[in-house]
């Protein structure tokens, strides 16, 4: 199983990105597709998260802001990010879980400037 995101990249503060992450090989059921992050010298936080047959759950920092979709056909999730601010600055993981297994993407760096 991999997952592969893209989207990440470097924007102004109050810009917007998109992320989005892909999942490949064999894998019969996804519970939940999440994203997650990690600033240097942070632990690694959850963001966003969209487990199946739930609605989404946003961390309090990014609510109103992030919004978090997923295709199950397609077995992808996108993360959109609005009004950025300095402090979303970090590298970025798609996740899934799979029963008790979670998988991670490789990160995608975002950096936001003042």
């Known amino acids: 199983v991999q997952l592969q995101a893209s989207g990440g990249g470097f924007v102004q503060a109050g810009g917007s990105l998109r ?3 892909a999942v490949s090989g064999r894998i019969l059921t996804i519970n939940s597709m999440a994203w997650y992050r990690q600033a240097p010298g942070k632990q ?3 963001v966003a998260q969209f487990a199946y047959h739930s609605l989404p759950h946003y961390a309090d920092s990014v609510k ?3 919004t978090i979709s ?3 056909a397609k077995r992808t999730t996108d993360l959109q ?3 950025l601010k300095p402090e979303d600055t970090a590298v970025y993981y798609c996740n899934i879980l799979n029963g008790r297994t979670n998988y991670w993407g490789q ?3 975002v950096t936001v400037s003042s």
Do not use: I, P, V
Request: proline letters at 0%; a positive charge; hydrophobic letters at 20%.
């Open 64 to 66: 109103g802001r992030f």
């Open 70 to 72: 997923r295709d199950n």
């Open 44 to 46: 690694r936080e959850l």
């Open 107 to 109: 990160g995608t760096q």
């Open 81 to 83: 990010m609005n009004s």
């Open 19 to 21: 992320l989005s992450c």
